[in-house]
């Protein structure tokens, strides 16, 4: 089975509807990173988080890590088409060494025009 | 500034052929990681680089895969004898910083290697 484990693996969403991919761990999360991918390209770095509880935003994506550190959420808030790709999560489970990152298998999203 | 260059972007190559993919990373960066993305899988580790030397080869599938990276900054990536399972596309990424630190990876658009 995965070590990290993304949910749901799709997702198709009306434009302007809100949407939350999720990402979870059963070791302690040292770092938690979001990726966003479109075809033919590589991955565009979204957000980083690292302390328990943290929460971040960027225009209307916010991505959050639980306290316990093992599951981070990203929501997309009246989604666009631009939002349409692939979201990964990838996560260092050891302090201090992000190169053993571990990865989720990716959350498919369509948006529906 | 530019970011992580692959080449090629796609590679057509037959069963049994030598293949050899290139990384450049963003200048400045000591760390250089090549992953493999399969299709509807998550990243597979490859080889992971800290200045020229690799800590980290634990993930080349076999010993037809090798790479090296010279002058702490471009890298390539050598596949002999291709088979077709080694089709994928092969990432490239890089952070200012290795195994001390916490700092995102920034990649490439990777190179799609079908192999016929």
């Known amino acids: 089975s995965q070590e990290l484990e993304q949910s749901p693996q799709s997702l198709i969403v009306q434009e302007g509807k809100n949407l939350t991919i999720n990402c979870t761990s059963s070791k302690t999360l040292y770092g938690l990173y979001w990726y966003k991918q479109k075809y033919g390209e590589g991955l565009i770095f979204l957000m980083m988080l690292q302390k328990g509880g943290e929460e971040k935003s960027h225009e209307k994506i916010t991505a959050k890590l639980d306290e316990k550190k093992q599951q981070s959420s990203l929501h997309i808030t009246a989604s666009q088409p631009s939002h349409a790709g692939i979201y990964l999560c990838?996560?260092?489970?050891?302090?201090?060494?992000?190169?053993?990152?571990?990865w989720g298998a990716g959350t498919k999203l369509i948006i529906k025009p | 500034g530019a970011g992580v260059s692959q080449s090629p972007s796609n590679k057509v190559t037959e069963k049994g052929k030598d293949v050899e993919l290139r990384c450049d990373p963003i200048?400045?960066?000591?760390?250089l990681y090549w992953y493999r993305q399969s299709l509807g899988q998550g990243l597979e580790f490859l080889i992971y680089f800290q200045g020229n030397s690799a800590p980290d080869k634990s993930g080349l599938p076999s010993d037809r895969f090798s790479a090296e990276r010279t002058g702490g900054s471009v890298s390539t990536l050598t596949i002999q004898r291709t088979q077709q399972e080694d089709s994928a596309v092969y990432l490239c990424a890089s952070s200012p910083q290795g195994a001390s630190g916490n700092s995102p990876l920034h990649f490439g658009n990777g190179t799609r290697l079908t192999v016929t």
């Open positions: 990838g996560a260092d489970i050891i302090p201090r060494s992000n190169y053993q990152l571990i």
């Open positions: 200048s400045g960066h000591t760390a």
